[in-house]
């Protein structure tokens, strides 16, 4: 092609150049096809993603309700999140983590977020 000529196609045709960058953009980003049936991933895919808890305690039980999947605590100050030492509920992630433990258990807890208790520690 005769660069005059390509200078010109370039000029008149800008959207066939962001058109080309979007549809690469949309491969590299696509998510992955599917599974095949009969294979499975589980053997090669990491376990499970775990986020970092949001801040780390420990605390005694004071009460613990399996029904609504909640356990208050009184905790000691939690630097992290510039808390006090006080007395409040928390919701748990999994009702598994309400297994075994009475009240009176001292524990140490990881937090999932300001108010979800995501796992659980006996001391």
Same mark, same amino acid.
């Given at each position: 092609?005769?660069? &005059? ?6 000029? $008149?045709?800008?959207? %066939? @150049? ?6 690469? *953009?949309? +491969? ?29 305690? &420990? ?6 309700? $399996?029904?609504?999947? %909640? @356990? ?6 939690? *630097?992290? +999140? ?42």
């Amino acid at each position: 092609m005769n660069p &005059q000529n390509r200078k010109h196609t370039e000029t $008149r045709h800008p959207s %066939r @150049l962001a058109a080309s960058l979007a549809a690469l *953009a949309l +491969l590299l980003l696509a998510p992955p096809a599917l599974a095949q049936p009969g294979h499975d991933h589980a053997s090669h895919a990491p376990a499970r993603a775990q986020t970092a808890p949001l801040a780390s305690g &420990q605390g005694i039980v004071k009460k613990i309700d $399996r029904e609504k999947q %909640r @356990l208050t605590l009184a905790h000691d100050p939690i *630097a992290q +999140l510039q808390w006090p030492a006080m007395t409040m509920p928390f919701t748990v992630v999994d009702p598994a983590l309400l297994q075994g433990l009475e009240v009176g258990d001292r524990i140490g807890f990881d937090l999932k977020d300001e108010q979800t208790i995501g796992a659980v520690r006996k001391r």
